[in-house]
């Protein structure tokens, strides 16, 4: 009986030893090659496949330089940085994991005068003065051979977009030539010179300036202007802007046709009234050609609708204009879009100030066979389609006959896949390349977005000119031209980039709660209204009785009825509201009884769960003691 005893306890020991070897030994396997597991809904920590697929190609070593200041003074500030710096520490060991060799690692403290510091200053990196501690250095150098890109600061605020930032750098010293960006419009977008025949009767004339979104792209980009008649797109022109297209041809249509079954990008800026061509034009005389733009034969291959005889109005989003004798005027088809009119998730719109849409119009329908639509800008369902010449030219009366549809509307879309050809006959106009050599299916996937407005590029719309003794002042009045280089930039990168999405925000709110806590205010809404209305129903009865019975001093004497009236309004009065606290506290009790069985789930569910794991194992080994 001792000697068997013994033995249970030697193999005891000895197993808990196993145990304590084989958890040592896994320990140390996992700090070797850590494994994660992200069960987050939008897989928030695993890396994008655009991602995966720009490091799995990379042939030549990429070094990361990830600088972060680690003095000892800790404030609020530096505690809060240092936090984040750990999330993007985390994030580049993914990026090693996937790249491998390909892909080195610095991690650097810049302390003042260091070694480590002047090459954050080569490197391009930004510190933050922050009170109580030295010049606080939170950035990122990716370099390749003699190329590189800077991340100058990693701010919190745009930690969604982190992947999508890191990604584009390395992809930038991947990759460093500059990308052929054609720009096609019937607008002055390239400036207009000056005209010779005012210098020669001595006015001046100095022309106007290429407008400012064309000065932008052109530092980054080799920019080439297209003909609006054009019968064929350059073949090294990467990315096409399609600016305000009126009268555009056939041939021209065509042409664009066979560019995206090439796989070229194309950005196209339509719109059903463009109000910088109104001011362009001559008021008295009466022509409005010219107002409207549209690629109805690609719109309708694509499987988008598109109206170009009309704009959204929306109350949601609607701009003040100035109306007569200057007092403001409410222009409900004059968009101002706030973050809720965008798409949070894209890296195109995640991080956007405002956008302001003058008239824009609106894409309906479902895409064509193989292709992808993200909505990037929509309306509110607060708003309707309307005529675009009323829209132009009688704002109030819009406004004063609006009627909401319900239906929030597309204002900007990105389709992605495989395009077929609008012209299935060829070009229509005969004058491109013969029939038997024009592409009838894109060959590689590749990517459209339409924008229904274009009156958002220009400066007149998107910026604030103001004269000072040092010159023109230039500032932004809205995130427009933000919009527009975030589009280019996506779409002349890396093919992979469009891919990416932004990092989801992981905090998920109570949406049952939420949904209780409408609901109640809904329902006391109406309660409100019903007894304002009983109340205004009870006065102007109580009114007309005191007309008729006054006394011969003009003094109110209340009659039976006025008193029965007024007797029975306040009882109605008294019962309304006694019914409104009760639905209150039945909506509260409600509320706190589901909060308090979100927090006992929350605290209970594991010790359940490790305890029935327990349960279980302790009844699988009796059944085997008792089977022995």
Known sequence: MHKKSFETLVYSAAGVLAMLALLIGLNALLGFRPLRLDLTQDKVYTLSAGTKAILARLDTPVTIRFYCSQSDTATPDTVYLRDYARKVSDLLAEYKEVAGKNLVIEKLDPQPDSDAEDSARLDGLQPQNLP??????????????????????????????????????????????????GVMSALPVFG??????????????????????????????????????????????????????????????FALDQFVLRGGRLIAFVDPYSAYSSRQQNPMSGDTSGQSSSLDPLFKAWGVDYDPGKVVADLDFKMQLGGQNGSPMDAPAWLALTQDGMNRHDVVTSDLGPVWLPLAGAFTGAPAP????????????????????????????????????????????????????????????????????????????????????????????????????????????????????????????????????????????????????????????QRIADLQQSLQQAQDRLSELQQQKKGADQRYILSPEQRAELDNFQKK?????????????????????????????????????VSLAGVVMALVKRNKNSAQ
């Open 192 to 253: 207009q010179p000056s005209n010779p025949m005012m210098q020669a009767e001595g006015q001046m004339d100095q022309g106007t300036p290429a407008w400012t979104l064309i000065q932008q792209l052109q530092q980054d980009y080799t920019v080439r202007q297209i003909a609006p008649d054009a019968a064929k797109i350059d073949d090294d022109v990467k990315v096409l802007l399609v600016i305000h297209p009126k009268g555009i041809t056939p041939a021209t249509e």
């Open 573 to 609: 009065e008294a019962e309304t509201s006694r019914e409104l606290r009760q639905a209150q506290k039945d909506l509260n009790k409600e509320v706190t009884a589901l909060e308090t069985k979100l927090e006992w789930i929350n605290i209970l569910a594991m010790p359940l769960a």
């Open 132 to 181: 109580g501690v030295d010049p606080f250095y939170l950035g990122i150098s990716v370099s390749l051979l003699d190329t590189r890109a800077s991340l100058p600061f990693l701010s919190p605020d745009r930690e969604p977009m982190l992947e999508y930032d890191i990604t584009r750098a390395i992809a930038q010293v991947e990759n460093p030539s500059k990308p052929v960006v």
């Open 370 to 525: 193989g292709l992808k639509e993200t909505v990037l800008l929509h309306s509110s369902t607060d708003a309707e389609l309307v005529d675009a010449s009323q829209a132009s030219q009688d704002e109030q009366g819009v406004m004063n006959n609006f009627k909401s549809t319900g239906v929030s509307y597309p204002l900007a879309i990105r389709l992605t896949g495989t395009f077929q050809t609008a012209f299935p006959n060829g070009d229509p106009s005969g004058t491109n390349n013969p029939a038997s050599s024009f592409l009838k299916t894109s060959s590689t996937p590749t990517t459209v977005v339409l924008v229904a407005d274009s009156d958002l590029l220009a400066d007149d719309f998107s910026l604030r000119k103001e004269d000072s003794p040092f010159g023109q002042m230039v500032n932004p009045m809205n995130a427009n031209l933000d919009f527009a280089q975030n589009l280019v930039e996506q779409m002349a990168g890396d093919e992979n980039l469009i891919s990416i999405r932004s990092r989801a925000v992981s905090a998920r709110p109570f949406t049952r709660i939420k949904k209780l806590e409408a609901a109640a205010e809904a329902e006391g809404e």
